[in-house]
């Protein structure tokens, strides 16, 4: 098997060798006795056209229509230049099987389907120009994740999915139980069944784990552990959050890449996220440029020398109380009132980066810490928290992470001010009792990483099987 990867120019190098080509057929043109096949095996963007005449093996297949969009098929042929003007070369068919037929049901026929359509169609979406390159750029840029950090000599620590402690303290953790029926055809068993306490309270003594147990929101807690025996850790994998929110940024499951830095304060961290954010857009743009040529062209216009732009440049860095000075003197009315100590919504964050300071990432620091979680640390000023968010045009928050407070007895007065229960943290405070040192560490969303750099709109096609609020099909 001859590959043949990268666009329309290449092949020209193959012309006569001869190939087999397997895939799925995207169009039939019937043109009087010869008939254009257009395949796609997912390796790259661009079509293989197979030009299938009379005289091929198995030309009574094409003839009884059974090569239909959808179908899948075999082909053996040689590489001859092509006559069409949409590619230097194309396959002139010997032999041809059909492997599996498409029912003219087929939903996918016409060349252009919204892409609302093909939300309901997840199963076979990955099949069209646009999904096939996004699940090739993800996969590209998982890739260079795991590349960078293990060239810069990260651990990756695989984090636990199932676990006891709320890291964010938000409460938008799913809970894990077999208390309540979870098997299928329990569903509608009867409630009253459930184990409860003489106060009338779920007794959790009774369920799986012996305590109540959640999906978890972020690997951090257990990163970290990880960074005060290895020092430099990396997570990457999948993380939940029960909020309900509705926006093209927002998922129930998401996937996060999560490093942790020791012997680091927050500038490391800033430019650990700097240096990791070039690196894979570079990486993309090096690697995937088919891909990326769709996309500057079909999705976002400019995209490319935008990406170019962030591989490059510095980004802006400015605090927290900066960023509120920005939005206090902007000349613009806000649907959320802007005032210090106010979380920044995503209109604050697209004024920002988007009409402030001019196109590129921007990283907010030193927040007040009221509005961000216990763990980080506290800063001289005792207002704020050595905090940063990296946030980027259109979609704002890109990045979140902190230096995280290293010093026990800060550690527990911040569990206790926020009412958390500290004994459930006893082994995250150890960490604070044996060795203790400054770390620091951050946060990224993986499927907002694919949106920056694909320009796909909403999170839901970015990721294969969107899970959302009301949303859980396939
Ligand atoms: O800012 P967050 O909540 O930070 C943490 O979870 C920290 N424990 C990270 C750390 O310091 N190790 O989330 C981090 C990032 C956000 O910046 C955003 O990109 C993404 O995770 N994110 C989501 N992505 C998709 N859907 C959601 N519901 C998301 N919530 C957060
Ligand atoms: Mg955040």
Known sequence: VVDIKG????GLDRLGHTLTVTGWVRTVRVQSSITFIEINDGSCLSNMQCVVDSDAEGYDQVESGLISTGASIWVLGTIVESQGSKQKVELKVNKIVVVGKSDPSYPIQKKRVTREFLRTKAHLRPRTNTFGAV???RNA???ATHKFFQENGFVWVSSPIITASDCEGAGEQFCVTTLIPSSRDAVDSNLDAIPKTKEG????SQDFFGKPAFLTVSGQLNGETYATALSDVYTFGPTFRAENSHTSRHLSEFWMIEPELAFADLNDDMACATAYLQYVVRHVLENCKEDMDFFNTWIEKGIIERLSDVAEKDFVQLTYTDAIDLLLR???KFEFPVKWGCDLQSEHE???TEEALGGLPVIVRDY???IKAFYMRKNDDGKTVAAMDMLVPRIGELIGGSQREERL?????RLDELKLNKDSYWWYLDLRRYGSVPHAGFGLGFERLVQFATGIENIKDVIPFPRTPGSAEF
């Not at 007895?409 to 007065?413: C, G, K, P, R």
Request: hydrophobic residues 35%.
């Open 7 to 10: 666009g329309p120019d290449e």
């Open 135 to 137: 699940a090739r750029v």
């Open 141 to 143: 840029l998982a890739y």
């Open 201 to 204: 309270l779920i007794d959790w």
């Open 330 to 332: 902007a000349n613009k």
């Open 350 to 352: 697209r004024y920002i």
């Open 368 to 370: 007040p810490k009221e």
């Open 409 to 413: 007895e800060y550690l527990e007065e």
